[in-house]
């Protein structure tokens, strides 16, 4: 077992100190408590006699020659043979003992108190699996999508000569309500809790509070529209906010993006080298922007107030690719006016085509908010009528994403049912015996979401056979790579009805994963080598999601599931998406997370990743755990702050249960489970559980678009915990010291 560095030893030491007999939340058990607080006691014992083995023990001197007699009642010599070795107490091997006796209890405390958190937080979760068999939690967001929302009303029920009375009006009236109780001190609004306020956020807020008729004079409004026009006013806003925004008049088009339909037929597959995402959002608002000219708003309605007076409409230039976007961009606006009609005819032909095509066997446009009400409005300016069977579908399946239950009203992105599904399993899972029936029901479940058509993803794989999972119910076009590792995953724990049918899926979905690898050796979410960077610098870029490059999380987690297959270093895929973590570790130590907030995610599962490959990456898995411990909180937790994409480095936030049990994973795969660093983050789990065996957790930790869209998932307070406190378990039952590879944990608690 090799030592840890001494600076890195420094750092654990002091970032590790010991919170002895933390208190527990009032809802634990005295034998809870008692168990933690035995537990501290024991590993501070043994922390300090370690310390002191080489200078106490080692120092002491040999015993001398044994005489041949008793003691002399007068000369006072002692017999070394009939008295023994006990004045020399303590010795180095009874000091060993008395070590290695308060680490056993250290251990077994700590595994009696996770014992006791994950029967609470079994019940919990198994209480929240739904009777077709799976786990779905409230995916939650920010403002804007309550705000679209409105502006959508707003597009399918014009205004009259006697103002805006859509259908819907009730429904708008509650929607605003929503958008204002989430409105921050300041004024403005935010795209995460405890985040500044947000310009584009602001001014779709503002837009959709002034057409549901709060008074623009009112206190929340005089406040939000100083915010807006402190952070630039309406000219900073994105450029999806400025399209919609103009196609009511609300901005001025010639200083919007241009999104011809003429994008379907570009030669070499141009659409395909965007994001899934994006292509689903930009065919049905090209659509939109030919066809849909300028739509009315209610009589004197504007957004000038907004304007800041000699602010310049025009397009930013981000870098010098973007100067030759524009000129491209101002072309395309010519040839929006004087191009041959018989092109634009056959664009618009086919781009309705390939919305309708994929619409099939999903939930909506790529299943996601922003493209399915596109598509509504795109089937509007196509001319379908109200009550034409893909517009009234369109709409239901939009309508779903709302939750209006008369106390409050949200919508959800999207919905995440396969992904909770297959984190629940696996949490379970992990922990050990879980629940049969609830296991088989879920995986039963799983197997029926197998996808078996092809997708977009066949445009650069077109001979590989369809298989995988998508995150929502039904999304046939766009399995992800991410989601099928998860199930791979959970679907190891369980045996379905029908075990010849799951090792079927099973061996189709490995076989996808592995064709699923992009040249550069990691995973992406949905496509290979969807890296085209010039895409980045065009006008309507700036949601930063253009592409869909590969990323350390998707690939450690890929990672993972395959070598839980019997997959090794041996194998090209896993050597090649080991080499690709370890080119992509950043100086500090950490890995990027593009799916989850946002260091300490990848970080977790990059290292995840290596320890399952079992790959000779000591040094790096090193400086992943050193990382982790250097920036716990002191209440032992973890927090990360969304705004460690926008400085493009860690900042610090409140701890959460979910980043929490991320960083506990990644250190317990490169250290001794009872390393302090360790113990203080379970302590912090154990004393955080609630009496019903739940966390809290009101912090958005998921990650849609970094600097754009963050997410709430509302079950990752529940599982990853649970997860978490699974693998603590394990590791203290299974006598973790000797699974240590690279010291962290013995060095952490010398």
Not at 288 to 300: E, K
Not at 378 to 400: K, S, T, V, W
Not at 740 to 749: F, Q, R
Request: with cysteine; charged share 20%; hydrophobic share 40%.
């Amino acid at each position: 077992m090799s030592d840890l560095s001494s600076d890195a030893a420094r750092e654990l030491s002091k970032l590790g100190a010991a919170k002895g007999g933390q208190a527990r939340a009032s809802a634990l058990s005295p034998e809870q408590r008692s168990a933690i607080a035995r537990q501290a006691v024991a590993a501070r014992w043994a922390k300090a006699a370690k310390q002191k083995v080489d200078d106490e023990i080692l120092a002491q001197p040999d015993p001398p020659a044994a005489t041949a007699g008793p003691v002399a009642a007068a000369g006072g010599h002692q017999n070394w043979t009939t008295m023994g070795t006990s004045i020399f107490e303590p010795s180095r091997r009874s000091q060993f003992k008395k070590i290695a006796a308060a680490d056993a209890a250290a251990r077994a405390a700590m595994a009696e108190a996770c014992t006791r958190a994950l029967a609470l937080s079994t019940q919990a979760l198994a209480g929240l699996q739904k009777p077709d068999g799976f786990w779905v939690g409230d995916l939650l967001a920010d403002t804007t999508l309550e705000s679209d929302y409105i502006l959508l009303q707003l597009w399918l029920y014009p205004p009259d000569e006697h103002g805006w009375h859509p259908p819907t009006l009730a429904r708008v009236k509650r929607a605003a309500q929503a958008i204002l109780q989430r409105q921050r001190p300041q004024g403005g609004f935010n795209i995460y809790p405890e985040g500044d306020a947000d310009i584009s956020a602001s001014v779709k807020g503002y837009t959709a509070l002034k057409l549901a008729g709060v008074n623009p004079e009112s206190e929340s409004m005089l406040r939000l529209r100083r915010t807006i026009l402190a952070m630039g006013g309406l000219q900073a806003v994105n450029s999806y906010v400025k399209i919609n925004l103009s196609l009511f008049g609300l901005y001025p088009r010639q200083h919007v993006p241009t999104i011809p339909p003429e994008l379907v037929l570009l030669p070499g597959g141009v659409l395909y080298e965007m994001s899934s995402w994006t292509r689903a959002i930009v065919v049905p608002l090209s659509i939109v922007q030919s066809l849909g000219g300028t739509r009315p708003v209610p009589h004197g309605f504007d957004l000038d107030d907004l304007v800041v007076p000699g602010k310049s409409f025009r397009l930013p230039r981000r870098d010098r690719y973007s100067l030759i976007f524009q000129q491209i961009d101002r072309g395309l606006k010519l040839w929006e006016r004087r191009g041959p009609e018989t092109l634009r005819r056959e664009a618009l032909r086919r781009a309705e085509k390939w919305l309708i095509d994929h619409t099939r066997y999903s939930d909506g446009l790529g299943a996601i908010y922003p493209s399915m009400m596109y598509a509504i409005m795109a089937l509007e300016c196509l001319g379908y009528p109200p009550d034409h069977p893909d517009r009234i579908q369109a709409i239901a399946q939009f309508d779903n994403l709302l939750t209006d239950n008369g106390a409050e009203l949200f919508f959800q992105p999207c919905f995440s049912p396969v992904w909770d599904t297959a984190y629940a399993m696996f949490a379970l899972g992990e922990m050990g015996n879980p629940p049969e029936e609830s296991m088989r029901a879920a995986a039963d479940w799983l197997l029926k979401k197998e996808i078996r058509h092809k997708g977009d993803w066949s445009v650069k794989r077109p001979d590989l056979e369809p298989s995988g999972w998508a995150f929502e119910f039904e999304n046939e076009h766009y399995p992800d790579i991410d989601d099928t590792a998860q199930v791979l995953l959970a679907l190891a724990h369980a045996n379905a009805s029908d075990e010849e049918l799951q090792e079927r899926v099973e061996r189709r979905a490995v076989n996808w994963l592995v064709n699923m690898q992009s040249k550069d050796g990691g995973w992406a979410a949905f496509d290979v080598d969807n890296d085209w960077q010039l895409l980045n610098a065009v006008p309507f870029a700036d949601h930063n999601a253009m592409l869909d490059p590969t990323c350390p999380d998707i690939t450690g987690r890929v990672l993972e599931a395959l070598c839980r297959r019997g997959f090794t270093l041996a194998d090209e895929t896993v050597a090649r998406g080991v080499q690709y973590l370890l080119e992509s570790q950043e100086r500090n130590g950490s890995w990027y997370g593009r799916w989850g907030v946002n260091y300490i995610y990848g970080t977790f599962l990059a290292l995840r990743g290596l320890r399952a490959a079992q790959a000779p990456a000591t040094d790096a898995m090193r400086r992943g755990a050193k990382w982790l411990v250097s920036v716990q909180n002191p209440d032992g937790g973890w927090g990360e702050s969304c705004d460690s994409y926008r400085e493009d480095s860690f900042v610090a936030a409140p701890s959460t249960p979910s980043q929490t049990a991320w960083a506990l994973l990644g250190l317990m795969t490169a250290c001794d489970t009872n390393a302090e660093p360790i113990r203080r983050g379970l302590n912090y789990l154990l004393a955080t559980q609630r009496a019903d065996g739940t966390w809290t957790e009101e912090l958005a930790t998921g990650t849609g678009f970094p600097n754009v869209f963050y997410l709430r998932y509302s079950l990752y307070r529940q599982y990853f915990p649970h997860l978490a406190l699974a693998m603590a378990r394990r590791s203290l039952g299974l006598h973790a010291e000797s699974e240590t590879p690279l010291g962290i944990g013995a060095t952490a608690g010398a």
